[in-house]
């Protein structure tokens, strides 16, 4: 697990600063709400899930107004950096190539290992393997011996596994542990494979005030312990904590 809680005199400084300056601001949260548990929509129709109750709380830290918007995970990327919407939270792992196209924050959530689940231990990990696509997942197979199947949304990755389209899906454990726990027919294959370095709001590049503004409030998240309470209310006691 990486530990990035940070508590030296000047950071905190630093973000008592950032926190201030972002007062009355009114940002748009961008999300996929497709995603449970980090994020989704409820029956009344709002988005719901860990990252919106961890970037409403970040919001109230940072004195912002924040404004919920949805864009399919395919476009989230371009879709901020032509002025959509002013952040991602969308369970977006950090990663180098990502780094290059925008900007991120310290990450929220320590990085995580994604599983193999299929519907027998003995599937073939380097056949066709479903999983979702611009994700670090997809980046991985694509450099595997696997074939790659790509889906636009994770929810159509198990139906890929049971209707005979694939051998196994490749995806974040957090997503897949309650589909293998509550469904019978599908097990763990192999080991776990961590990747990314963890899951952090994305911003433009240019935002560089907004980012030490979210910066600052996740580090107070942090050193406070109200993240890690998060984490496990929404992702179960045996989840990474910082």
């Not at 860990?50 to 918007?69: H, I, K, P, Q, Y």
């Not at 949304?153 to 542990?177: H, I, P």
């Not at 192999?190 to 911003?203: A, C, N, R, T, Y």
């Not at 030490?212 to 890690?228: C, L, Q, R, V, Y």
Request: aromatic share 8%.
């Amino acid at each position: 697990m990486k530990n990035l809680i940070l508590t030296t005199a000047s950071l905190a400084l630093c973000a008592g600063m950032a926190m201030a300056d972002g007062h009355g601001k009114t940002i748009r949260m961008g999300t996929e709400g497709a995603y449970p548990p980090y994020n989704f929509i409820n029956d009344a129709g709002e988005v719901d899930g860990f990252e919106r109750e961890l970037g409403d709380a970040l919001c109230a830290r940072a004195e912002l107004t924040c404004e919920w918007v949805t864009n399919e995970w395919d476009s989230i990327i371009p879709n901020l950096v032509s002025g959509n919407y002013d952040t991602i939270i969308a369970g977006m792992s950090i990663t180098a190539e990502r780094d290059e196209v925008i900007d991120f924050t310290q990450n929220y959530i320590p990085p995580e290992a994604s599983r193999y689940a299929a519907l027998s231990e003995d599937a073939d990990i380097n056949g066709v393997i479903a999983t979702q696509t611009n994700t670090i997942q997809a980046g991985y197979i694509a450099e595997s011996d696997a074939t790659l199947l790509e889906f636009a949304t994770a929810d159509e990755l198990v139906a890929a596994v049971k209707n005979g389209e694939a051998d196994a899906v490749f995806f974040q454990g957090s997503f897949l542990e309650p589909l293998v726990t509550e469904d019978p027919d599908l097990v763990w294959v192999d080991e776990p494979v961590l990747l990314g370095g963890g899951v952090g709001l994305g911003v433009r590049e240019s935002d560089g005030e907004l980012k030490a503004t979210f910066d600052a409030a996740i580090t107070s998240m942090k050193e406070d312990g109200s993240i890690n309470e998060l984490l496990i209310k929404w992702f179960g006691e045996d989840a990474q904590t910082y």
